[in-house]
């Protein structure tokens, strides 16, 4: 085809003309210049196609650029007009509309804003918790400079640092102890104290008060260094220059001398503890909730009556933790010789402060740490519900503002470019957004209590009066307002003029694979996701609580006792009386925190292994508690029994049996050697022998996430000393029986708070997170599937106006009323088949993760997921429906009499 | 490659010295500023007749649409008085300024030492 220059220029002056600002004149100019290009273009031998492309090519290079140096230079007012097309000059124009249309679609508006609100107000909450879990300890000066001690001890790790002679450790010995801690290399300042959880009976003043967390420390000055706890009255200085010193933190000044205690001089005043009298010399504030310890009092003793300490450090400026450590179990000599010369001592565990709540795992901690991956499901339950809120938006946005296209179309006429139509729509959401704040400020306001007795925080209340975090409140509500409507903006603002004049948009949302079936798809995905993990976790949690231990756990109550034999055979003997009581018994307790595990070596055998545990009770104590052992008849008849026998549990016996290739009954007389690595100085012999008696089966004495290890029992027929006493009951209530116990250890007389805890209790703290998480998971799927069907009765409604006509016509043409609804429900129907199978594998892969936690744990059952997809589908089928429905009932005829 | 500060600046002068040479049209003055720049000062059409429009509306020059011997329009730019009186400005202002650097430089910039 030969070339054609009028055709050619035709073409380029339609493509010059889109671009705006383009006058006739200056077109007529740039054409001048474009054919004198091509002209010499021509002289110079060019074809003439290749010669016009040249031209072309070179004297057009960019329109957008020509069009506005042309805008520049021709009008004065270009700056003006420039800022006239800003956003925020047109603010006002777009606020005034974007009210106007939350002002016409009312109902559908107010669905939006209670979705709306119902997400910012999950995310907020979220964001609440997550702040608070990763805020621990951050209030200590300094703290990225600070650390605690621990021990690795076999193959353990303890977050505490021995003493050389654990508890007989002379004062001046703990001292030294932590003094040579504060000399190694890197080390600026080490403080040592211990606290003592159980209830003791301090005497203030005339009146005895049980009190729980007492703090005792040798090192008061350095303590106080180094937590810079704030004194509210008195000094550090009278702390610590006298020992038998005490200070209170407020809340027990409180409780001690009431709420007028600063009129009253406390100096005058001394606490009394067992024997000995301490003089108050302070009082500080609370220790904050997010400190990784509580204490209530702090006593100044000359050493800590336990078998070693907490232990903490203060490094020196850019010191490496890793190599202080080393230094740590290099100069071990100096600070303990015992642990230098014991083979089982491991190493020396540097944690820093800011990571103790969330990343420790160490045996005997102070509060129970957090746990990351509730973090992450309770980040992902929010993002979910968040995610839920969005997309609803997004959905009923896309249909709702389908009939707003001769509204768009006029806004381009009159010159509005694609931002400036996507902004209005952006407006119009954040608007709706920013509206939610005050239900969101009342809303957190009633949730924070509730929130903080449910998951065990203490997220205080006024942080809803500080100003930062309104801040970013704010801008999250912002941000879901902005994303919410990202897509129906985009969608609207992208059709050309004539498009938007032809007013078919509407109609066409309702056909074909549209973005909106896109996003209920996703909601089905979420919420059968939702759905079947909330399932899993409840399924696992029923099994942890009705799992058999290998022991019974109902009416069975623990008494602290802390006395030798004859204290205990008078309490038993007390206690018995109660008509309620069936037995009582002594030792061990059950649902306990793991603690630590000891070495031993069967004779005849070189192998020592270090992963059992120690455990002891009386004869009673395994009659009460049902453990099935292969000496009944002692547990049934005590009196018959020896005086102190050794069992071992099955899974020690199997571990044996395996290892030696010995049957587990020739186990029966042969001796098992604990602490081989010991030999007594005076008489040589090695370890302490214990010779196998029997065995019981296992028991889960900790928490069902561990496995159960091989075990020792000790079975005593007398107890030298009791901790705990164990009381199993019948045909009483639990506060009846407390009161009948308590009256017989008041008549004991004994100079110690009464203490008991309930065994069943026991066992269901040490799933206190996971009840937590799961009724967590109930709730937030209730709220989430309320905001989804919330969404589909929304869109459904909305989209049934539109169908008015189709309806009409099926019902006359003699459609019944089901066939209109499987019509309506179809299509669900398969949206949520491909959820189901996109939402599987996903949560799957979630829930074994997490159940891998668990050594005794459920099997995943495919089940669940198709009663997730169940339950999702009849809410959606139930509520499309009934909405549907509603429409259906009206007559015909009026549906095709409307005009629309 | 001048820089676009230097090309801007320098625009207004360049268009009213070429003009008072006599009048002439839009490409060539784009060619002429090629070739008497070495192809250092690359003008694009985007930047000239946006300033010529601009430099009409002060009054500097005056443009006409010319009919040529092949039926094809062209339009033609002339300086006007007021146009000679700013270039006279321009002129004085750029020799000063080219003054200052052939002291530094020498007069041809050869001699100069960066230390």
């Given at each position: 085809m030969s070339f054609n220059i009028d055709q050619a220029i035709k073409m380029w002056r339609q493509k010059v003309q889109q671009s705006k600002a383009m006058e006739p004149g200056f077109l007529e100019e740039l054409e001048s210049n474009l054919l004198d290009r091509y002209e010499e273009y021509l002289i110079k031998g060019l074809e003439p196609a290749e010669a016009f492309a040249k031209a072309e090519a070179k004297s057009m290079p960019d329109l957008p650029l020509l069009a506005k140096e042309y805008d520049k230079a021709f009008d004065p007012n270009y700056q003006t007009n420039r800022m006239r097309n800003s956003f925020l000059w047109l603010l006002p124009s777009y606020l005034k509309v974007a009210l106007r249309n939350l002002a016409r679609k009312r109902f559908y508006n107010?669905?939006?804003?209670?979705?709306?609100?119902?997400?910012?107000?999950?995310?907020?909450?979220?964001?609440?918790?997550?702040?608070?879990?990763?805020?621990?300890?951050?209030?200590?000066?300094?703290?990225?400079?600070?650390?605690?001690?621990?021990?690795t001890f076999r193959s353990q790790n303890y977050s505490l640092l021995g003493f050389v002679n654990y508890n007989s450790t002379e004062p001046a010995m703990q001292l030294q102890h932590i003094n040579a801690v504060g000399s190694i290399k890197g080390v600026?300042?080490?403080?040592?104290?211990?606290?003592?959880?159980?209830?003791?009976?301090?005497?203030?003043?005339?009146?005895?008060?049980?009190?729980?967390?007492?703090?005792?420390?040798?090192?008061?000055?350095?303590?106080?260094?180094?937590?810079?706890?704030?004194?509210?009255?008195?000094?550090?200085?009278?702390?610590?220059?006298?020992?038998?010193?005490?200070?209170?933190?407020?809340?027990?000044?409180?409780?001690?001398?009431?709420?007028?205690?600063?009129?009253?001089?406390?100096?005058?005043?001394?606490?009394?503890?067992?024997?000995?009298?301490?003089?108050?010399?302070?009082?500080?504030?609370?220790?904050?909730?997010?400190?990784?310890?509580?204490?209530?009092?702090?006593?100044?003793?000359p050493s800590l009556d336990y078998w070693g300490a907490r232990t903490y450090v203060k490094l020196e400026d850019k010191a490496d933790p890793v190599a202080v450590a080393q230094q740590m179990k290099a100069n071990m000599s100096t600070i303990n010789t015992r642990l230098a010369e014991s083979e089982l001592f491991g190493g020396i565990l540097l944690?820093?402060?800011?990571?103790?709540?969330?990343?420790?795992?160490?045996?005997?901690?102070?509060?129970?740490?957090?746990?990351?991956?509730?973090?992450?499901?309770?980040?992902?339950?929010?993002?979910?519900?968040?995610?839920?809120?969005?997309?609803?938006?997004?959905?009923?946005?896309?249909?709702?503002?389908?009939?707003?296209?001769?509204?768009?179309?006029?806004?381009?006429?009159?010159?509005?470019?694609?931002?400036?139509?996507?902004?209005?729509?952006?407006?119009?959401?954040?608007?709706?957004?920013?509206?939610?704040?005050?239900?969101?400020?009342?809303?957190?306001?009633?949730?924070?209590?509730?929130?903080?007795?449910?998951?065990?925080?203490?997220?205080?209340?006024?942080?809803?009066?500080?100003?930062?975090?309104?801040?970013?409140?704010?801008?999250?509500?912002?941000?879901?307002?902005?994303?919410?409507?990202?897509?129906?903006?985009?969608?609207?603002?992208?059709?050309?003029?004539?498009?938007?004049?032809?007013?078919?948009?509407?109609?066409?949302?309702?056909?074909?694979?549209?973005?909106?079936?896109?996003?209920?798809?996703?909601?089905?995905?979420?919420?059968?996701?939702?759905?079947?993990?909330?399932?899993?976790?409840?399924?696992?949690?029923?099994?942890?609580?009705?799992?058999d231990l290998g022991y019974n756990k109902d009416q069975i109550i623990y008494i602290s006792l802390s006395g030798d034999s004859s204290r205990y055979a008078t309490f038993k003997n007390e206690v018995s009386q109660i008509p309620e009581v069936i037995q009582v018994g002594s030792g061990s307790t059950m649902g306990a925190s793991s603690f630590n595990q000891t070495t031993y070596q069967l004779t005849g055998t070189s192998e020592v292994f270090d992963d059992a545990y120690n455990i002891d009770l009386d004869y009673s104590a395994i009659n009460l508690l049902g453990i099935e052992t292969s000496v009944e008849d002692y547990v049934k008849n005590p009196e018959m029994a020896p005086e102190r026998i050794t069992l071992i549990n099955q899974t020690f016996a199997n571990k044996l049996s395996r290892q030696f290739d010995i049957a587990p009954e020739d186990l029966i007389g042969r001796t098992i050697i604990q602490e081989p690595e010991y030999t007594d100085e005076e008489t040589g012999e090695v370890g302490f022998?214990?010779?196998?008696?029997?065995?019981?089966?296992?028991?889960?004495?900790?928490?069902?996430?561990?496995?159960?290890?091989?075990?020792?029992?000790?079975?005593?027929?007398?107890?030298?000393?009791?901790?705990?006493?164990?009381?199993?009951?019948?045909?009483?209530?639990?506060?009846?029986?407390?009161?009948?116990?308590?009256?017989?250890?008041?008549?004991?007389?004994?100079?110690?708070?009464?203490?008991?805890?309930?065994?069943?209790?026991?066992?269901?703290?040490?799933?206190?997170?996971?009840?937590?998480?799961?009724?967590?998971?109930?709730?937030?799927?209730?709220?989430?599937?309320?905001?989804?069907?919330?969404?589909?009765?929304?869109?459904?409604?909305?989209?049934?106006?539109?169908?008015?006509?189709?309806?009409?016509?099926?019902?006359?043409?003699?459609?019944?009323?089901?066939?209109?609804?499987?019509r309506f429900n179809t299509e669900y129907l398969i949206l949520l088949l491909i959820s189901l199978l996109i939402a599987s594998p996903l949560t799957w892969y979630g829930v074994s993760r997490w159940l891998a936690n668990f050594a005794y744990r459920i099997d995943l059952n495919i089940w669940v997921f198709l009663v997730s997809g169940a339950i999702t589908l009849i809410i959606t089928t139930v509520s499309v429906s009934l909405i549907a429905w509603k429409t259906i009932r009206e007559v015909p005829i009026n549906a095709l009499q409307e005009t629309q | 490659m001048a820089t676009k500060v230097l090309v801007a600046a320098s625009t207004k002068p360049i268009v009213l010295s070429i003009l008072s040479h006599g009048e002439n049209y839009g490409y060539q003055i784009i060619k002429e500023i090629e070739q008497l720049?070495?192809?250092?000062?690359?003008?694009?059409?985007?930047?000239?007749?946006?300033?010529?429009?601009?430099?009409?509306?002060?009054?500097?020059?005056?443009?006409?649409?010319?009919?040529?011997?092949?039926?094809?329009?062209?339009?033609?730019?002339?300086?006007?008085?007021?146009?000679?009186?700013?270039?006279?400005?321009?002129?004085?202002?750029w020799l000063n300024v080219n003054q200052v650097f052939s002291h530094l430089w020498g007069t041809n910039g050869q001699g100069f030492q960066f230390t």
């Open positions: 107010i669905i939006n804003y209670v979705c709306l609100a119902i997400g910012v107000l999950a995310t907020t909450l979220a964001l609440l918790y997550l702040n608070y879990e990763n805020s621990f300890d951050q209030m200590i000066p300094e703290v990225e400079k600070k650390y605690r001690v621990g021990q600026q300042e080490a403080c040592q104290f211990f606290t003592f959880p159980e209830p003791i009976k301090v005497r203030a003043g005339q009146d005895d008060f049980n009190t729980t967390d007492i703090l005792k420390t040798n090192t008061p000055g350095a303590f106080f260094d180094f937590f810079d706890w704030p004194f509210l009255e008195g000094t550090l200085d009278d702390f610590t220059e006298n020992i038998n010193t005490a200070v209170l933190t407020e809340s027990e000044a409180k409780r001690f001398f009431g709420p007028q205690w600063r009129t009253q001089d406390l100096s005058n005043q001394a606490l009394i503890i067992g024997e000995t009298s301490y003089a108050i010399t302070g009082v500080i504030a609370d220790i904050p909730p997010n400190a990784h310890y509580d204490f209530s009092i702090a006593l100044h003793q944690q820093p402060l800011t990571s103790i709540h969330l990343n420790s795992n160490l045996l005997y901690e102070m509060k129970p740490p957090g746990d990351k991956r509730y973090l992450y499901i309770i980040g992902i339950i929010s993002a979910i519900i968040l995610l839920l809120t969005i997309s609803n938006y997004t959905n009923l946005s896309i249909a709702m503002n389908a009939s707003r296209t001769r509204e768009i179309g006029m806004r381009k006429i009159f010159g509005a470019g694609k931002s400036q139509v996507a902004w209005q729509f952006n407006l119009e959401s954040i608007v709706l957004a920013l509206l939610t704040l005050p239900v969101d400020a009342l809303g957190l306001r009633a949730l924070i209590p509730w929130f903080n007795q449910f998951m065990g925080t203490e997220i205080e209340a006024s942080i809803l009066s500080k100003v930062s975090f309104w801040g970013i409140i704010v801008l999250v509500t912002i941000g879901v307002g902005f994303l919410a409507s990202l897509y129906s903006a985009l969608y609207l603002a992208k059709h050309p003029v004539l498009k938007l004049f032809h007013g078919d948009l509407a109609s066409k949302m309702v056909e074909g694979f549209s973005t909106r079936k896109a996003i209920i798809s996703f909601q089905f995905v979420l919420l059968i996701g939702l759905c079947s993990l909330t399932l899993f976790v409840n399924q696992q949690l029923q099994f942890v609580q009705n799992k022998p214990y010779q196998v008696a029997g065995f019981f089966d296992d028991i889960n004495m900790f928490s069902l996430r561990e496995k159960v290890g091989p075990m020792f029992l000790t079975v005593t027929k007398n107890p030298r000393y009791v901790y705990w006493a164990s009381v199993a009951w019948e045909d009483a209530s639990p506060t009846a029986i407390i009161e009948k116990i308590k009256g017989k250890y008041e008549t004991l007389q004994l100079d110690q708070a009464f203490n008991y805890r309930f065994l069943d209790q026991n066992i269901e703290e040490l799933y206190q997170n996971e009840q937590r998480i799961a009724r967590l998971c109930i709730y937030f799927s209730l709220i989430a599937f309320a905001v989804a069907v919330i969404g589909l009765i929304a869109l459904t409604a909305y989209l049934t106006t539109l169908k008015k006509k189709e309806i009409g016509i099926r019902q006359i043409l003699g459609a019944s009323t089901l066939d209109i609804l499987r | 720049s070495n192809g250092e000062l690359n003008w694009t059409d985007a930047m000239l007749y946006p300033v010529l429009s601009r430099m009409e509306k002060e009054g500097l020059i005056q443009s006409q649409w010319v009919k040529m011997d092949s039926g094809r329009k062209r339009k033609y730019y002339r300086i006007t008085p007021e146009g000679k009186k700013q270039l006279e400005k321009e002129r004085s202002q």
